[in-house]
């Protein structure tokens, strides 16, 4: 049995396994949270042949390592790991570009005091992804000129002009407020 938990795309765990089978049993794990250390309990998402996820799943029962299998499909977990770290990371890299530039112009703190007032993460609130969608055609502009006020700053752009980039793709939304997450992420899909 090979389980491969490493934060690679769907795609590659679903080629390791079709490289390692028949000769193995291919478990596709993605691991989500802190190493379990003080008192932390990260948890390890397991997808593949249901015989094998069972068997890795009771390898960590009573540890500190959660388990939750995904299915039998080799790349959900894979999956699951990369869009989690897709928007943990990313949105880290986000503060400090924010920060960056608001520490140039003088207002670090007063971001810091705004930002305070708010502790909800939106990723835990996909219905506002309709909502993006439908600003789309306001926030990429503003975006190009954050980009331009960070490259001024002589921080990277490139992030945020990706960012406004991507809210192109729905110019076509503009303030449809009938929009559902499921058609934002439609559009978003579409070349």
Do not use: C
């Not at 943990?88 to 503060?95: G, I, P």
């Amino acid at each position: 049995m090979f389980v491969e938990a490493n934060a690679i795309s769907p795609e590659r765990a679903q080629r390791i396994a079709v490289l390692l089978e028949p000769d193995a049993t291919v478990v596709d794990g993605g691991v989500v949270g802190s190493p379990p250390v003080g008192g932390k309990t990260p948890t390890l998402y397991l997808s593949g042949p249901a015989s094998a996820t069972e068997r890795i799943k009771a390898l960590f029962a009573g540890t500190a390592v959660r388990t939750t299998v995904l299915g039998t499909e080799v790349g959900k977990a894979s999956a699951l790991k990369l869009a989690y770290a897709s928007f943990q990371k990313t949105s880290r890299v986000l503060v400090a570009l924010a920060l960056g530039m608001a520490r140039e112009h003088g207002v670090d703190q007063e971001l810091i005091e705004i930002a305070s007032q708010r502790t909800d993460s939106y990723l835990s609130e996909p219905q506002y992804v309709a909502k993006t969608a439908a600003r789309a055609w306001r926030w990429g502009p503003e975006l190009e000129e954050a980009a331009n006020a960070l490259a001024t700053a002589g921080l990277p752009p490139e992030m945020l002009r990706a960012a406004a980039s991507t809210l192109a793709r729905w110019n076509d939304a503009k303030d449809d407020g009938e929009l559902t997450l499921i058609d934002a992420l439609d559009r978003l899909a579409r070349p």
